[in-house]
């Protein structure tokens, strides 16, 4: 089939590879931009962290917390500076009030009263006074013994670029599980983890990464035994790097989380479980100036 030069421009910004590799792959897939993604970090020619779908939205993201509940929810406008507008605040900190009773997704968010209007007529009346375009776009519910959040970039009180709620249990004390709540929950707004652990994990990406590493351990040429063993330390390292538990603590990385928990259970007096989290980022994919430095910058804070 035909490559144009749109599915060449879309591959090079996936993946970073070269024009003819991306070419290339592209041939070789017939147009298959999943698998041309695939083939190309195979042949180590692009990064696995590279994000399909990235998106230049603006807006905030909206965090509330009362009880057991945590809700956060992302309302998007045109530019940054109508982020910055109170009376665009205003409606992200109300839709986010809002959704601490509601149950069932974006949608049902949506259909939800606000001022004698569902949600979204109130979103759509908002658009003539602010003069921008703007959309719920998503939310996240975390419901636990004690709900946790955090928000980075924070342009007013329990909103900003990123927001994060994590779930724990313990019959500890309240204060002591608030602050190591509110650590984990840093730790996730710098790491991004895809899942709180591996029965966490989509099984079908799960399977693409082993296809991928198996791949690639096969054209080091090296015998069967070998190989297997290749594939299972790289798998292991796929799952430090994308599981929660399994990471490295940003706060203390000589620890895991699941390992930091542990060790914080003597000043909270009881144990501890992480039952779940949810992280919402403005435009999800914007660049925030690196992992490392996103990271480091987490770590500065809870130093301070």
Avoid: W
């Avoid at 490559?3 to 060449?8: E, F, G, K, L």
């Avoid at 002591?176 to 509110?182: I, M, N, T, V």
């Amino acid at each position: 089939m035909a490559i144009t030069a749109t599915q060449v421009k879309e591959l090079r910004a996936k993946t970073g590879a070269g024009m003819m590799d991306v070419k290339k792959a592209l041939v070789e897939t017939d147009g298959d931009m999943e698998a041309a993604v695939d083939l190309l970090r195979v042949k180590g020619l692009a990064k696995a962290d590279k994000k399909a779908g990235r998106t230049a939205a603006e807006g905030l993201v909206g965090v509330a917390v009362e009880g057991g509940v945590g809700v956060a929810v992302e309302v998007n406008s045109e530019t940054d500076f109508v982020a910055r507008n109170p009376v665009f605040q205003e409606l992200v900190g109300a839709i986010s009030r809002i959704a601490l009773g509601v149950e069932g997704g974006v949608e049902a968010l949506k259909a939800a009263e606000m001022n004698g209007k569902t949600v979204a007529e109130s979103v759509t009346a908002q658009v003539a006074t602010i003069g921008e375009n703007l959309s719920l776009r998503r939310s996240a519910r975390i419901e636990a013994g004690l709900v946790a959040s955090y928000v980075h970039n924070a342009a007013a009180p329990g909103m900003g670029k990123i927001g994060v709620l994590v779930g724990l249990e313990s019959t500890g004390d309240a204060a002591a599980l608030e602050a190591l709540g509110r650590q984990i929950a840093m730790h996730v707004a710098a790491t991004g983890p895809v899942a709180l652990d591996e029965a966490g994990l989509d099984p079908a990406l799960v399977a693409r990464e082993k296809q991928v590493l198996s791949e690639q351990a096969r054209e080091s040429g090296k015998p069967e035994h070998v190989i297997e063993k290749m594939i299972a330390g790289r798998m292991n390292k796929f799952f430090q790097e994308v599981c929660l538990l399994k990471q490295a603590f940003v706060i203390n990385p000589d620890l895991t989380v699941e390992a930091a928990v542990k060790e914080a259970e003597e000043g909270v007096g009881a144990p501890v479980t992480v039952s779940g989290f949810a992280r919402l980022a403005v435009g999800e994919g914007v660049d925030t100036g690196g992992p490392d430095d996103f990271a480091g910058e987490v770590a500065k804070m809870v130093a301070g």
